[in-house]
């Protein structure tokens, strides 16, 4: 099969296309014959080391773990899904190896949703890591109809996922982002705020006694959480660690296919939609995390690896 492969950690560079064997098909997995990949920056801070301290990589990697596809093969003892079956999955294994960039992957089935008919392979492709990672921290912070939410980074790719799930729980939610992406988060039906000085004076003129939850999706903002969080409020940060010895939550996203089957339904209804901001061919996989690594891509960029 093709695949995008590296032989050792570095930049995009040291990215090739390659002939790789079949993937084999554990018990509980399902083979999945890959329509789209997502691009999350996770990709390439793997592919330069940064999470060597934390997962184990046998080389050659594939790279990649949101994936759009069709299942070609079940294992052993996979009774809830067929082949043929369209389906999408945040695939992440428990080390680094056989990713999504390639024709074909194995999948955990405990990974593995049913793709709604009215996405495209690119939407739903889009979706798993940063849909689940916006999920988990708005379950762990029990959002519900009612609170008042400040999104950090609620233009980004999580973020921006985030303000429509908390939307759909009936939650009120302030987002912070650059100005120039004011109208596209009012039309997700978040309150905008401007980055920058002054930042927390912005957001308590729209909730004068302060937010019950702070959702951090970028880091580095904890000064901002802790003035404007209400009395009793709860917060949490997907990029932040230090936000526990301030009494809020650490989340770690991992592979949820019923937490997926939850976001696919909020699609279906119409509560939820994922951006797709640009669409690269599998040879290209170096221009797709050169463009991730930039950080300005309003939506999710997706590797087309397969059309039939």
């Known amino acids: 099969m093709r695949a995008m492969t590296y032989e050792t950690y570095g930049g995009p560079e040291v990215l090739a296309l390659t002939e790789r064997p079949r993937p084999k098909v554990g018990p509980a997995e399902v083979l999945v014959r890959v329509r789209s990949a997502a691009v999350n920056p996770v990709d390439w801070i793997l592919m330069g080391g940064g999470l060597d301290a934390l997962m184990d990589a046998f080389f050659p990697v594939i790279p990649g773990w949101d994936v759009s596809g069709v299942v070609e093969q079940v294992g052993l003892d996979t009774p809830e899904f067929s082949a043929g079956d369209e389906v999408l999955a945040y695939a992440r294994k428990d080390y680094v190896h056989g990713g999504t960039f390639a024709e074909l992957v194995t999948v955990p089935v405990r990974a593995l949703a049913r793709k709604p008919a009215s996405m495209s392979w690119d939407e739903a492709a889009g979706l798993p890591l940063a849909g689940l990672t916006a999920l988990r921290l708005l379950r762990r912070l029990e959002v519900g109809r009612g609170d008042t939410v400040l999104v950090h980074a609620a233009a980004g790719g999580v973020g921006s996922l985030a303000v429509q799930i908390a939307r759909s729980l009936g939650a009120r939610v302030i987002g912070t982002a650059s100005e120039r992406n004011h109208e596209r988060l009012r039309a997700l039906g978040a309150e905008p705020v401007a980055y920058g000085d002054g930042l927390v004076e912005r957001i308590l003129a729209l909730a004068p006694e302060g937010v019950d939850v702070v959702a951090d999706f970028v880091g580095g903002v904890l000064d901002v959480t802790t ?28 592979p949820d296919g019923p937490g997926l ?42 590797v087309r690896v397969s059309t039939d």
């Open 227 to 254: 003035a404007v969080l209400a009395e009793g409020g709860r917060h949490g940060s997907v990029a932040d660690g230090s936000v526990t010895r301030a009494g809020g939550h650490y989340v770690w996203v991992r």
């Open 261 to 302: 089957t939850e976001l696919t339904r909020l699609v279906e209804e119409g509560s939820l939609s994922v951006p797709v901001a640009q669409t690269f061919p599998l040879e290209q996989l170096a221009d797709a995390f050169r463009l991730s690594a930039q950080g300005h891509a309003a939506g999710k960029i997706v």
